[in-house]
């Protein structure tokens, strides 16, 4: 709200073929997931995907220097949200993250996108809960 005088949208999904406007940013969407479970395994993997993009059509030039200032309001965005999913269960931490953002072919809005692991050991009269 700070930073950009609105809420976040959030999308659980989206149409590929018709993407969100630029006026929907800032974003977040949650893409579908995926798990390994079952009685052979010794740990459970869940993984699920998280996007988030901004605009920022502000460009700083300084001593011959051109930086598009979106790219760590981009980054910015994309520690607070992966803060924010490794603190929703301490007892089952984040694994893994595989995390990027575009910087040049949506300018000037700047989406980007994780890829989180939680693995969860087994154990006898374990109960998950989703």
């Not at 309001?73 to 607070?80: N, S, V």
């Not at 803060?83 to 000037?108: C, G, L, M």
Request: charged fraction near 20%; charge should be negative; aromatic fraction near 10%.
């Amino acid at each position: 709200m700070q930073k950009y005088s609105k809420p976040l949208s959030l999308y659980i999904g989206i149409d590929g073929k018709k993407p969100p406007a630029d006026t929907n940013c800032p974003l977040v969407i949650v893409f579908p997931g995926g798990k390994v479970e079952g009685g052979g395994e010794t740990e459970c993997r869940y993984t699920g995907s998280i996007g988030w993009s901004i605009i920022q059509s502000h460009v700083a030039k300084q001593d011959g220097i051109i930086e598009n200032t979106g790219l760590y309001e981009a980054d910015e965005l994309g520690q607070l949200l992966l803060a924010t999913i490794a603190e929703i269960n301490p007892s089952y931490p984040v694994s893994h993250v595989e995390y990027s953002f575009e910087s040049n072919d949506f300018f000037p809005q700047f989406p980007g996108r994780m890829d989180i692991t939680i693995q969860v050991p087994v154990r006898m009269g374990t109960q998950i809960s989703y």
